[in-house]
DNA sequence: TCAACGATTCACGAGTAGTTGAGATATGGA
DNA sequence: TCCATATCTCAACTACTCGTGAATCGTTGA
């Protein structure tokens, strides 16, 4: 796991329907689900759906599997974790408020002080 | 922190200047480094950074805060973990296997069988 | 007030990402 | 073989990102 490959990988997830479709195929890991299944349930055109699925094969985050005249795409889930694990500690240093962030968050425990209720500037 | 804000998050971290600035600011939180410190030690120019640093105080990954003449810059690290807590959570349901590769790689022990050294397509 | 310095903004050009529609290709069944 | 279905590829277009240099703004100290 190295720079690039994290940096494609975050560009992969930086993208609304990208992350729709990671957490689709990460809900039917390690299975997967046909292209046309996928494109039904995210309401996508079939050239835009190959177009994503695409940048997230190449960023290595999903890998595609023919079966006949399907193709099976599914969350490489030891990959999305490397990439979050490759910025915790590569990026971050380890640093113990991002990693207890990150393992509150995860918990879907929120942070305690969280003094950023709203960001600066993204607020509507 | 909702989905517009991770994906916001993820696009600023989608780059290989702003990664080295999250690197750079995590290494020094939460003090923080003035703009022109930042450019010395990153060789970029001056409009390059402020460009860079907009986009991750946008984010809000990173926060201002002026100092005489100064504009110290400090990495979020709440708001990077909580990033990365998002998108194990929210995107990958807490998936068993995400999970323990993100606390692998962050440990430093990488995958115990790791079966994919190279990415399909991305290796030079 | 003035000069020096740090930071910001602007315009411009190059490159890339995203969307769309049309057509091509591959597979399976009648 | 023919047809229907599933997927892929391509071109065209729009919109955005990024890098650069110049000009501008704000603060500080003489």
Do not use: N, W
């Amino acid at each position: 796991m190295d720079k690039s490959r994290v940096l494609a990988a975050l560009a992969a997830l930086a993208h609304e329907t990208r992350l729709d479709l990671v957490r689709l195929l990460v809900g039917v890991a390690p299975e997967g689900l046909a292209q046309g299944e996928i494109a039904r349930r995210l309401s996508v055109t079939a050239s835009g759906l190959a177009f994503h699925l695409a940048q997230l094969e190449q960023a290595g985050l999903v890998r595609a599997r023919r079966q006949s005249r399907h193709v099976f795409y599914a969350a490489d889930t030891a990959c999305i974790g490397a990439v979050l694990g490759y910025v915790l500690r590569d990026c971050c240093q380890s640093h113990p408020e991002v990693s207890d962030c990150c393992r509150r968050t995860a918990e879907g425990r929120g942070a305690p002080g969280d003094k950023r209720g709203s960001p600066p500037g993204s607020q509507t």
